[in-house]
């Protein structure tokens, strides 16, 4: 009895989320490669030829030319690459009014980015033309993923939610569910069949040689069994994005601030009398590669001199861990006055670090991006294989009962036609007629 009352709550909150779930597993999946897609689509701005004998030009001298080409406006943040062959990111943005405190995250929204050629100082893109083809795509998919293109704010919820987000966040979260009673109807049915190998190993193998029926049905059961964990994953992750509670729930429950690199200020420092000017990005920039050797690097400048310069550093690699360290630097001093290293917090404050690279899928750089491009996809063959297996199950219960078949043999046969029955041999029937 149990197990049929799983197996319905199964199917209803399959079929109440199903639609949703396969979009949101088939765009995640588009989403994982969504900088190679651009990087592909574009490789005029990403990469520039290394000319011989030549070193690239300093950072502040790239600063300054972006500066004086964009009137009125100032670079706020830069990505230096590990590669020679690749181009610096320069984002600039209109100064603040004075007392206006925004994460430093939010302003790539807000703000120019241009691509700058580091051997020239040339830039290499136009700001102000519209985004590609690529970009367009990426954005699109971005959008249906995160809120179905239903961009409509829901009063109450924050400036960032809408329905469409809802919407997604509520699938999201029957899907865990679903996953759960699905492990449920995974199992044996009984503790008996518990016992013998034959019945684990049904949940585990894919009978392609089977019916059609079968073949669904094992499709739907042992690839759900094996997306599990890493589904659940996505799903859980997921919805740090979605609820502010539920960020803050998972924020206690690891012991530290998810997403704490978006809204945590920097540390301040007792800057010099005026007049004594601060060292130069590119000395900053040395002092760190010292401290982190072939690492991106991601540089954000303070608009004011009691504020110290972040950098977060990544390592890119196929099987690198795209974890962030982070280190703070006093800019009239050279000194550090903050790092914070991945390898040494706990395992808590690892997790909640480690959600967005869990969700994006590039915890272990490319590595994990294929692995979890093929989980999202398989998730969302998942709603589709149980739908249909569903069907097929309900037009065979509506099929009209096939008759018995009457195999006739020589005696009915006489009957029938009006013959009396031949003699047969040996039956001691000798009467005349």
């Known amino acids: ?47 520039v030829r290394v000319p011989q004998n030549r070193d690239a ?19 706020e943040m830069l990505t230096v690459p590990e590669q020679k ?30 691509f700058m050629n580091p051997y020239t100082g040339e830039t290499v893109n136009n700001p102000g033309e519209p985004p590609s083809a690529a970009e367009m795509f990426v954005i699109i998919t971005r ?23 809802l ?24 503790w008996n069949s518990m016992k013998r190998w034959s019945s684990w190993k049904q949940g585990l193998t894919v009978k392609f040689r089977a019916g059609w029926g079968r073949c669904l049905y094992d499709l739907h059961n042992t690839l759900g069994f094996y997306l599990l964990i890493p589904v659940l994953i996505l799903a859980l992750t997921g919805l740090c994005w979605s609820f502010s509670w539920y960020r803050a729930a998972v924020s206690t429950l690891c012991g530290d601030t998810v997403f704490k690199n978006v809204f945590q200020k920097p540390e301040k420092i007792i800057p010099p009398p005026e007049g004594v000017p601060p060292l130069s990005i590119a000395q900053i920039l040395g002092k760190q590669r010292q401290l982190t050797p072939d690492c991106e690097l991601f540089v954000t400048i303070p608009r004011d001199r009691e504020t110290a310069l972040t950098i977060q550093t990544r390592r890119t690699g196929f099987f690198a861990l795209s974890v962030q360290d982070k280190t703070e630097w006093n800019r009239f001093t050279g000194e550090a006055v903050m790092t914070e290293r991945f390898a040494d917090k706990s395992f808590g404050a690892k997790t909640a670090a480690s959600v967005s690279a869990l969700h994006y899928g590039n915890i272990t750089g490319l590595s994990s991006k294929i692995l979890f491009f093929f989980v999202s996809l398989f998730a969302a063959t998942l709603p589709v294989t149980g739908v249909m297996w569903r ?35 040996g039956s001691g029937n000798t009467s005349n007629p």
């Not at 030009?57 to 670079?75: F, N, Q, T, W, Y």
């Not at 062959?85 to 241009?114: C, D, E, F, H, S």
């Not at 899907?175 to 044996?188: D, K, N, R, S």
């Open 1 to 47: 009895m149990l197990r049929k009352t799983v197996h319905q709550l199964h199917f209803w909150l399959g079929i109440v989320s199903g639609a949703v779930v396969f979009i949101v597993c088939l765009t995640g999946a588009m989403l994982v490669f969504r900088e190679e897609i651009i990087m592909l689509a574009q490789p005029e701005k990403y990469y």
């Open 85 to 114: 062959n690749r181009t610096v990111t320069l984002l600039l943005i209109k100064p603040q009014p004075k007392g206006r405190v925004m994460p430093a995250a939010y302003t790539r929204w807000l703000g120019t980015k241009i």
């Open 167 to 190: 919407i997604v966040a509520a699938a999201t979260i029957i899907f865990a569910v679903e996953c759960l009673t699905g492990l449920v109807l995974w199992l044996p049915r009984s």
């Open 57 to 75: 030009l300093p950072v502040d001298a790239l600063i300054k030319k972006a500066e004086s080409e964009h009137a009125g406006m100032r670079v």
């Open 391 to 425: 069907v097929r199950k309900w037009k065979k219960k509506q099929r009209p009962p096939v008759p018995p078949i009457t195999v006739l043999t020589k005696t009915s046969i006489n009957i029938q036609v009006g013959r009396a029955p031949a003699t047969v041999a």
């Open 143 to 165: 959008e249906l993923h995160r809120n179905l293109l239903i961009n409509i704010p829901v009063p109450g919820m924050g400036t960032r939610s809408s329905a469409g987000g």
